[in-house]
Nanobody, 122 residues
């Protein structure tokens, strides 16, 4: 079965950091662009960051300068380092794939995992 497994979420205070992992199962990441989405309660799924197979990276404005996406093809894993977290970053975070970074419409991506919960609260 082709899917991602997300991990690394948790409860953190405002200003804190977390590193999320997105491990591919059943396929290799080398030729894929990987995107992180998040979904807060009662809100639509929102694109956060994308990393192309060429390692070109993009971020939604609200996280630029605080989040860093990276990939380790040898480990078949993509990471999202999140620093200076804010309460508005609270959401379930998901990763998904396409052959290219094609914006932040969820229907453009496949192999969704179950997500990992990030809660930013004092």
């Amino acid at each position: 079965q082709l899917q991602f497994v997300e991990s690394g979420g948790g409860l953190v205070q405002p200003g804190g950091s977390l590193r999320l992992s997105c491990a591919a199962s059943g396929f290799t990441l080398d030729y894929y662009a990987i995107v992180w989405f998040r979904q807060a309660p009662g809100k639509e799924r929102e694109g956060v960051s994308c990393i192309a197979s060429s390692d070109v990276r993009s971020y939604t404005p609200s996280v630029k300068g605080r989040f860093t996406i990276s990939r380790d093809n040898a480990k078949n894993t993509v990471y999202l380092q999140m620093n200076n977290l804010k309460p508005e970053d609270t959401a379930v975070y998901y990763c998904a794939a396409n052959y290219h970074c094609v914006g932040y419409e969820p229907h453009q991506y496949a192999y969704w995992g179950q997500g990992t919960q990030v809660t930013v609260s004092s």
